[in-house]
C-alpha cells in the first residue's frame, strides 16, 4: 500500500459556510448585516437594489413639524433612515424639553444614538404593531405626534395612534426609489443560494429588476411586514427573523440551514476542495485491495477540474466540508463525472444522490449531452448508486489501472 501524506484539517468558515447570499440593502446600510453574515461563514454579496432619496419636499415639511412639538408630544421613527433624517433636519437646535423619542426596533434606537438622538421608547416587537401597542396614551389635554417615515408606508400605526387619541403629523422624511440593477447584479442573484430582504420596496425592487423565478432558491424576510409584501408578489418566504432585526435574521438563517446540505461550485485549489480531494484519496487507499499509486491515477489537475474545463463542488453541512465531486470535460459533446466522495459518517442519507444530480444539472449548464464515470469494483456502493440513477455500463474509455466498471448516462 503506498504510503499517504495525511489530509490537512478542512477549513470550517461557520454554519453559513458555502452560502453565497445577496443582501439587498442600499451599499451604505449595507455593511452590519454583510458583516453578520460573514462572521457566519457565508459569502455575502451586496446587490443595492434601492437608493434613498430626499423628500420632494427638500425636508421643509420635516423641519417645520419638528420645531412646533411641544412637552408632551412625540417624534415616531420607523426606520433608522428615519433616524437620519429627524437627526439631520434638527441639526444644532434639539427638540423641546419634554418631547420625547420612540422607534420600532434596537436597529433604528442604535441609528438614532449614534446621531445624538435620544430615545425613550423601543417596542420588544420591533414592527409597526409592535410599537403601536407600546406607545402610551395622549395626555388628558391632547398631543401630537410627528411620524416621520418614507413616502410609502403602512398604515398601520399612524391609524393606531390616531384611535388612541393623537394628533398624528405624518410626515415624508425620505423617499425610497429603485436602484438600477446591472448585469453583475444580475448574474450575482442566479448565482446566490439565497437572498435577504430588508424591507417591503427592496423586496419590490429586485422582484421587477429579475422576476420571481430569478432570485435565489432560499428567501429571507426580516420580519412580517416585509414577508407579506413578498407574498404579494408571488415570492414564497423560506425564512422569518424573530426578533425582526439583524442579528435576528442571521440567526434565523443559521437555524434554517442547520443539518441541510449545501452544494456548491468552489475553485479546485481552495482549502475544503483539497481537503475533500486528500480525504477521498485516503479512502480509496485503505479500500483498494492493492492500495492506491496516486501516478496511475487518471489526471485530475486544478486546471482540468476549473471553467472552462470543468468544475469542482464541495458538499458542506453546518459549515463543514462534507464531501465533492468534479466534472472534466472529456470532449465537447461529453463529460466526466470524477472525485465522487462523501465523509463516512454523512453516508446513508441521500446525500451521495443528491451530489450525483447536481453534477449531473451542473453539466447541463455546461452544454454536454452525456456523462461518464467510472469506478472500482469494491465501491460496491458507488456501483450501486450509477445504476439506479440511470447510468448504463459501457466499455473502458480510459487506462486508469483501478477502474474496473465504466458507465454512462444521457442527459435529459
Known amino acids: 500500500m503506498t504510503a499517504m501524506t495525511p489530509p490537512p484539517e478542512p477549513v470550517v468558515a461557520g454554519p453559513l459556510g458555502g452560502l453565497r447570499i445577496v443582501v439587498t440593502r442600499p451599499r451604505d446600510q449595507a455593511a452590519s448585516l454583510v458583516e453578520a453574515l460573514e462572521s457566519q461563514g457565508a459569502e455575502a454579496v451586496s446587490v443595492p437594489v434601492i437608493e ?41 437646535r434639539p427638540l423641546a424639553d419634554g418631547v420625547r423619542v420612540a422607534v420600532v426596533g434596537p ?30 396614551a395622549p395626555p388628558i389635554a391632547g398631543g401630537r405626534v410627528v411620524l416621520a417615515r418614507a413616502e410609502v408606508a403602512r398604515e398601520t400605526l399612524p391609524i393606531h395612534l390616531r384611535m388612541m387619541g393623537w394628533n398624528v403629523d405624518e410626515v415624508v422624511a425620505y423617499r425610497t426609489v429603485s436602484a438600477d440593477i446591472d448585469d453583475s447584479g444580475r448574474l450575482a442573484c442566479a448565482a446566490a443560494d439565497a437572498v435577504v430582504f430588508t424591507s417591503g420596496s427592496t423586496v419590490d425592487s429586485l422582484v421587477d429588476a429579475v422576476g420571481v423565478d430569478g432570485l435565489p432558491k432560499i428567501v429571507a424576510s426580516i420580519g412580517p411586514a416585509t414577508s407579506a409584501v413578498a407574498a404579494e408578489r408571488g415570492v414564497d418566504v423560506d425564512v422569518e427573523a424573530d426578533p425582526h432585526t439583524i442579528p435576528g435574521l442571521v440567526d434565523a438563517l443559521v437555524a434554517h440551514v442547520a443539518d441541510r446540505p449545501v452544494l456548491h461550485r468552489e475553485p479546485a485549489g481552495s482549502a475544503d476542495a483539497q481537503w475533500c480531494l486528500e480525504q477521498y484519496y485516503a479512502e480509496l487507499d485503505t479500500r483498494f485491495v492493492h492500495g492506491l499509486d496516486r501516478g496511475t491515477v487518471q489526471s485530475t489537475d486544478v486546471d482540468e477540474i476549473s471553467p472552462p474545463n470543468g468544475l469542482f463542488v464541495v458538499v458542506r453541512l453546518d459549515g463543514h466540508p462534507v464531501g465533492c465531486g468534479a466534472l472534466k470535460r472529456s470532449d465537447p459533446a461529453v463529460i466526466d463525472i470524477k472525485r465522487m466522495w462523501l465523509r463516512p459518517d454523512v453516508r446513508g442519507r441521500g446525500l451521495g444522490r443528491a451530489l450525483l444530480g447536481h453534477l449531473m444539472d451542473e453539466a447541463r449548464s455546461l452544454g454536454v449531452d452525456r456523462v461518464r464515470l467510472d469506478t472500482n469494483e469494491t465501491l460496491v456502493e458507488a456501483i450501486a448508486l450509477y445504476e439506479s440513477s440511470g447510468f448504463g455500463a459501457v466499455e473502458r474509455f480510459n487506462d486508469d489501472p483501478h477502474a474496473t466498471h465504466f458507465f454512462e448516462r444521457a442527459l435529459d
Do not use: K, M
Not at 411641544?70 to 433612515?81: L, Y
Not at 436597529?107 to 402610551?136: N, Q
Open 52 to 92: 434613498i432619496t430626499e423628500p420632494l419636499d427638500g425636508g421643509v415639511g420635516l423641519r417645520t413639524a419638528l420645531r412646533v412639538l411641544r412637552d408632551g408630544d412625540w417624534v415616531a421613527v420607523t426606520s433608522p433612515n428615519g433616524a437620519v433624517t429627524v437627526a439631520e433636519a434638527l441639526g444644532e
Open 107 to 136: 436597529g433604528t434606537r442604535d441609528r438614532a444614538e449614534s446621531l445624538g438622538l435620544p430615545v425613550d421608547l423601543v417596542p420588544a416587537d420591533a414592527i409597526a404593531e409592535g410599537l403601536a401597542a407600546a406607545f402610551p
